[in-house]
């Protein structure tokens, strides 16, 4: 076996969350505790889409297919890692042209937003046209570091274009210490049902 990069954020109080909201930050309270005399026991209470974690098409789309519609087949093979850390605001389709994507790929984006643990709310995202690209191409996955695929574009274009061609959509990845290039992917979402997204453990094996 090669290297493995984990690729997960770490889940903890002090995280970053979106927009750095209060009440999206995840909560760990103890329970039960050895000078009680019981085992120590914890309570995490979290939002779905905290840290790194798969979006179902639920989250975007009325009606749409719920997490466990996601195959683990879908979540396990080769990927590539695109460096997009030269880039500003957003990812376009004329900046993803020079990849030859191919059909069924997974992609994972490494962009600045993997060089700080602090929310930058003017973190790089993936642009419509971008999304209309991958989506027409038929591309399996996309990832990204930063918490969204996607910011200011009115009616969620970019989610809602990669969900409705069956692309899946994973957020919140740490790629500083991953080089651009093809490795074995693995995301782990935690077996949930009938919701619209699930935190994951993910990581990456390379040489």
Do not use: C
């Not at 984990?6 to 889940?11: A, F, L, R, W």
């Not at 997974?106 to 995202?125: I, N, P, Q």
């Amino acid at each position: 076996m090669g290297k493995i990069f984990d690729i997960s954020m770490t889940i903890e109080e002090s995280m970053q969350v979106w927009k750095n909201y209060e009440h999206k930050k995840p909560k760990i309270t103890n329970v039960q505790n050895h000078d009680e005399g019981k085992p120590h026991e914890s309570l995490l209470t979290m939002n779905v889409h905290t840290g790194t974690h798969v979006d179902a098409p639920l989250h975007m789309l009325a009606g749409g297919a719920t997490i466990e519609s996601i195959p683990l087949e879908r979540l396990v093979g080769p990927a590539r890692v695109l460096d997009l850390t030269h880039l500003k605001g957003f990812i376009t389709k004329e900046d993803l042209v020079p990849f030859a994507i191919q059909r069924g790929e997974r992609l994972l984006f490494k962009t600045t937003s993997s060089l700080s643990e602090d929310f930058d709310m003017e973190f790089v995202f993936l642009r419509d046209d971008g999304a209309q690209y991958l989506a027409d191409i038929g591309v399996g996955l996309v990832a990204t570091d930063a918490l969204g695929i996607e910011r200011a574009q009115p009616e969620y274009p970019t989610h809602r274009m990669l969900m409705r061609n069956d692309v899946i959509i994973v957020e919140g990845l740490r790629l500083k210490e991953v080089n651009a290039g093809n490795y074995t992917l693995v995301i782990a979402p935690l077996k949930m049902t009938g919701i619209d997204a699930s935190p994951a453990r993910a990581f990456l094996i390379g040489d």
